[in-house]
């Protein structure tokens, strides 16, 4: 059992950035392909970016491509999403996973996952 956890979260003016951060408790980390998502109220949990095991290999939502960056440290157990340019409607809660299924965009194939966290982006 993977157990993930996020922060990073805040709130930011448009244009500025902020860097989730999404510890792991296991070593076995390494050997999972991750991915960040995010859900707004009323709408449905939606893809942002993901990330191999080894980090060659990434991919992210048309939404985000070119403000958003997904890197990993397995030394460190951790995941990360940096976040530029931000716009109101990223607007979310954002959530690490972990899943068997790399290049995964679907979240009923991710298999363990964070508690979540807030980030606001104000006009």
């Known amino acids: 059992q993977v157990q993930l956890v996020e922060s990073g979260g805040g709130l930011v003016q448009a244009g500025g950035s902020l860097r989730l951060s999404c510890a792991a408790s296991?070593?076995?980390?390494?050997?999972?392909?991750m991915g960040w998502f995010r859900q707004a109220p009323g709408k449905e949990r939606e893809f942002v970016a993901g990330?191999?095991?080894?980090?060659?290999?990434?991919y992210d939502s048309d939404s985000v491509k070119g403000r958003f960056t997904i890197s990993r440290d397995n030394a460190r157990n951790t995941v990360y999403l940096q976040m530029n340019s931000l716009k109101p409607e990223d607007t979310a809660v954002y959530y690490c996973?972990?899943?068997?299924?790399?290049?995964?965009?679907?979240?009923?194939?991710?298999?363990?996952w964070g508690q979540g966290t807030q980030v606001t982006v104000s006009a």
């Open positions: 996973a972990a899943t068997n299924h790399p290049g995964s965009i679907w979240y009923y194939e991710y298999h363990y």
């Open positions: 296991e070593p076995t980390f390494s050997s999972f392909a």
């Open positions: 990330i191999n095991w080894n980090g060659v290999s990434t």
